[in-house]
């Protein structure tokens, strides 16, 4: 019992460090989403205007990528990611018990794996220096890096959860998310 709940404070704090840090990256992927915004209205406004800014496209993709793979992690843990609760009442109710546990297991693996490719690209662009194509001339390193810094994230967020399928059975789940 002692020992039970040594485990659980534990796993509390990793979860706290996880929901902080997936915090952060939401606010960040909220100011990303403003500044993509801007870009793409300051660029119509400076065309309408018949000035051509080479660097607005750029910056708001490279401001994309970063939105996307900074916002996996806080959407796995809100519930908001892709889900399928279509199958989940023909699993018969024994099995249905441990969906939760499946759930994160399939997001951890996803997420691994997906890890491993994106840093074989970056950790390349990272090796020779490459740079990106665009009109302001940038590192391709830093624009892949944002892969590899999100699904990190993703990862930590899939093993919070898969703790919670395991530690609190029933608990972890969201209210509208499935599996």
Known sequence: MMRESGLLRVF???EALVKRL???FAILASILVLVVIA???LSIVSREMGISLLWANDMAQVAFVYLVFLSFAPALQSGHHVTVELFE???PGVIRRH???VAALACLVFGLIFLNQLWALTS???ADG????MAVPVQLKWVQIAGPIGLVQFCLAAIAQLGNAILRPGAGRAPSAGH
């Open 22 to 24: 997936n915090g952060l």
């Open 39 to 41: 870009v793409i209205v």
């Open 124 to 126: 390349r662009a990272i």
């Open 12 to 14: 509390g704090l990793y």
């Open 89 to 91: 009442p023909l699993v």
């Open 130 to 133: 490459r740079m990106a194509v």
């Open 99 to 101: 969906l939760d546990i």
